[in-house]
């Protein structure tokens, strides 16, 4: 919009310049209505305070779903008379004022389509003026933004779902934000696991409220799915959490899932936490010798089942036909399952059991099938009814299960203790028992190998000595400690084999109690852990030694780039001496010799010093871009309008010699580096003055305010934050836009040499000194109509 009234004005002021000439006037405004017409956005023209609809382009007629005849050649609120409460107050505001109005997202109910409609806009109410500088009109320029404020609300709203979602979850959930893991959310399920308040949380990192997870899984866990992004989940993961009343210990079934931005980055995580202390401490409570065998050797799975009680249609996972005695790709029936049921049980057991699910709802028996070979098996099922709206029984699900080694398992305990030591004997682990004073009664033959001991020397304490002296100690405290307070134990220590060799187990026991809750015994099982310890320890090693070898090559490289730097500088400055000697030279032969050379030997002088001045021009820009990327951050409280003066001054003979107008609004104050703004201000205003169209005074327009970062086209802003701007409007020659960030790289250009002289650095420079400031520019052109370059400037909070 500001471009269009410069370029109107301008446009003017250049006819008024050169010639007067009325004709020339007409032609210039009647290309002006002719951009007006073809702008892609909504432009229209009042008049008076009546708000005379001068002209409309089609794209204002369509955003207000109107024609021509309609608007144009009325009062605005003839053809809009829905809009007059919300912006006739606005209009006089401009109209009496002169001061230009911006309108963001401004919302407003239009009919339009046959139909009142809620739109919002974005729009630019500007004065303009006559002669005698009195505003006699309005220029309106609007475009319409419905969809992305709808847009922006239902992501408000998503969001608010989101985090209601995860505040009133059933489930433990918390979300943590960033690499240090920020504790944003956190539900109350969770607060009961943390034993913490919401005010103790929020903010903090995850380390610094639960500093005991450093010697643990999780933040580590944690660390790898924000990097990776992928997600990781675990069941049963024993977590120790410190709060009011102590070091408590937890059993949690948890997922950590990766949240992403719109680009696909990690910005936080999503933790998802199930406590399942309760369940796991009460499976392992088992009181009976058969429970404890069965929890180390259950490795059955579970088949699924869907019956049509109505048509008998049975479906059936694979491993249902598996626990049949089939292949797993076998399809069986419902009367081929009834028919390899043993028939005392059938008889006994399912079919009341089937009777009974048809009036209960609920389907559970254990019975044993045959299967081809004669072999009996036991099954264990369970399953629920589905009943329709009248009560009749249509569907029943459920599970099945091959118990056979339970089954024969409880047998053979119930038949002879000493089976189930034969079977402890067998396994490779170390298996222990002690009684409920914690004094160890037996062990199964792999421990007796192992220590080489008889086992009246192990139950007279004789194990204990069998522990490295370093881990004895804290084994007896620990193991002394579980037994006092019934809490499991846990605990990795090296164990002294017979040969004299120590070796890592961790090992692990748990308190089995009767039905009054009393401890009876504990059962223990070791496992050897030596060749995982001794991996870790390597690993922690080569770790430790490339974080050294990684921080010698980041000082290395530091110090080889400041050593890059130096040598360029110095070498910039030595490249001049020579280049003076050839000018220098060059000009004596010119002033003393001329009258002994040819035209052809003149022509090649002259060409060599312009060459030497080129390239001292070139040096002095490398000398600049390299001053601009050592971005010394001296900051200090700046005038800009004294800057700007100064450059103005040192740029006065071109500012003359080219009849240049530059105007410019009050410039801020504030902390910059002062002789890098000069260069910025310098660069801009002389490639303003050098990109010049034939026959046209050069005008530059500087101009300062505020703007809020979601409002700048730019990727890298932080919509966030606000932001000062600077712009540099000029009537210039303008540029394509498709070459807007080629302008800004080092050495490139857009025209040739003769054409217009530079180094193709001096936007480069703009750059660097500008990010050197935390800030961002952008270049806004169009051939033949001038370029705008907007420099903005982070505001601190």
Not at 524 to 539: A, K, M, P, W, Y
Request: glycine share 6%; with cysteine; net charge negative.
């Amino acid at each position: 919009m500001d471009k269009l009234k410069n370029l109107h004005q301008h446009t003017s002021q250049s006819s008024a310049l050169h010639d007067n000439s009325v004709d020339h006037a007409q032609d210039s405004e009647s290309k002006f209505r002719d951009t007006v017409k073809q702008a892609p956005v909504g432009m229209a023209i009042l008049r008076g305070e009546d708000f005379f609809v001068e002209m409309a382009n089609d794209t204002y007629l369509n955003i207000v779903d109107r024609t021509e005849e309609e608007l144009v050649g009325k009062s605005l609120f003839i053809g809009l008379p829905e809009v007059r409460s919300y912006v006739e107050p606005i209009l006089l505001d401009v109209l009496h004022t002169g001061v230009a109005y911006h309108g963001n997202e401004f919302e407003v109910t239009l009919r339009r389509f046959g139909e009142a409609q809620q739109c919002y806009f974005n729009f630019v109410y500007q004065p303009l003026f006559d002669d005698s500088d009195t505003a006699s009109g309005v220029m309106v320029v609007a475009t319409e933004v419905t969809q992305q404020v709808l847009s922006k609300q239902a992501l408000q709203r998503s969001e608010n779902q989101f985090r209601n979602l995860v505040t009133q979850s059933q489930f433990a959930k918390a979300i943590f934000k960033g690499p240090d893991l920020v504790i944003s959310i956190a539900n109350e399920s969770m607060l009961n696991i943390w034993r913490r308040s919401l005010d103790e949380v929020v903010g903090k990192r995850l380390v610094d409220v639960f500093p005991e997870l450093s010697d643990q899984k999780f933040i580590a866990l944690l660390n790898d799915v924000y990097h990776h992004a992928e997600i990781y989940r675990e069941n049963e993961a024993v977590a120790f959490v410190d709060g009011p009343g102590g070091l408590k210990r937890h059993y949690l079934d948890f997922q950590y899932a990766p949240i992403f931005e719109v680009d696909g980055s990690v910005s936080g995580i999503m933790a998802s936490v199930n406590d399942v202390t309760d369940k796991v401490t009460l499976r392992q409570q088992f009181a009976e010798t058969a429970d404890r065998l069965s929890l180390a050797t259950d490795g059955t799975r579970l088949a699924t089942w869907d019956l049509n009680i109505q048509t008998r249609n049975v479906i059936h996972s694979g491993r249902l036909a598996v626990i049949f005695g089939y292949d797993e790709t076998e399809r069986l029936g419902h009367q081929q399952m009834r028919d390899q049921l043993h028939p005392e049980d059938r008889h006994t057991i399912v079919e009341p059991a089937f009777e009974a699910a048809l009036k209960t709802g609920v389907y559970y028996y254990e019975a044993r099938i045959i299967h081809r070979d004669q072999s009996v098996h036991w099954i264990r099922t369970q399953g629920k009814v589905l009943f329709d709206d009248d009560h009749i029984p249509q569907r029943m699900l459920g599970t099945m299960m091959d118990i056979t080694d339970r089954k024969e398992a409880e047998l053979a305990l119930k038949t002879s203790e000493g089976k189930f030591r034969t079977l402890a004997d067998s396994m490779p682990q170390f298996v222990w028992t002690s009684d409920n004073q914690g004094i160890l009664n037996y062990f199964n033959r792999s421990m007796i190998d192992y220590f080489g001991l008889a086992p009246e020397e192990l139950e007279m304490n004789g194990w204990i000595q069998t522990v490295h002296p370093d881990d004895r100690e804290e084994n007896m405290r620990l193991w002394m400690q579980s037994v006092k307070d019934g809490t499991d134990f846990q605990f990795e220590h090296r164990l002294k084999r017979a040969d004299g060799e120590y070796r890592w187990y961790k090992c692990r026991a748990t308190p089995q109690s009767n039905t009054d809750g009393t401890i009876e015994m504990w059962v223990g099982t070791s496992s050897d852990v030596h060749d995982n310890r001794l991996f870790i320890d390597q690993l922690e090693t080569k770790v430790q030694e490339r974080t050294q070898q990684l921080s010698v090559a980041n000082t290395e490289l530091v110090r080889t780039n400041m050593e890059l730097a130096q040598f360029a500088y110095v070498a910039s400055h030595d490249l001049q001496e020579p280049l003076r000697k050839i000018q220098t030279f060059a000009t004596r032969i010119l002033e003393t010799e001329i009258q002994h050379l040819s035209e052809r030997g003149k022509d090649y002088f002259q060409r060599m010093q312009a060459s030497s001045t080129r390239m001292q021009q070139l040096i002095v820009d490398l000398l600049a871009f390299s001053r601009a990327n050592a971005a010394e951050k001296h900051l200090e409280s700046a005038d800009l309008n004294l800057v700007l003066q100064n450059v103005k001054e040192q740029l006065s003979d071109i500012i003359q010699s080219e009849n240049a107008v530059i105007t410019s609004n009050v410039l801020p104050v504030r902390d910059v580096i002062v002789y890098q703004f000069e260069q910025l201000f310098m660069n801009l205003i002389a490639n303003a003055l050098k990109f010049v169209s034939p026959n046209r005074a050069p005008m530059i327009d500087v101009r300062a305010g505020e703007v809020e970062g979601a409002a700048i086209p730019l990727a890298e802003v932080d919509p966030t934050r606000k932001y000062q701007y600077i712009s540099f409007a000029d009537n210039g020659i303008g540029f394509d836009p498709q070459y807007k960030d080629r302008i800004f790289q080092v050495f490139q250009r857009l025209h040739n040499r003769s054409a217009y002289e530079g180094t193709g650095i001096g936007l480069a420079i703009c750059k660097k000194i500008v990010e050197n400031h935390r800030g961002l520019i952008d270049a806004v052109g169009k051939p033949g109509f001038g370029s705008t370059f907007i420099v903005y400037l982070p505001i601190e909070k």
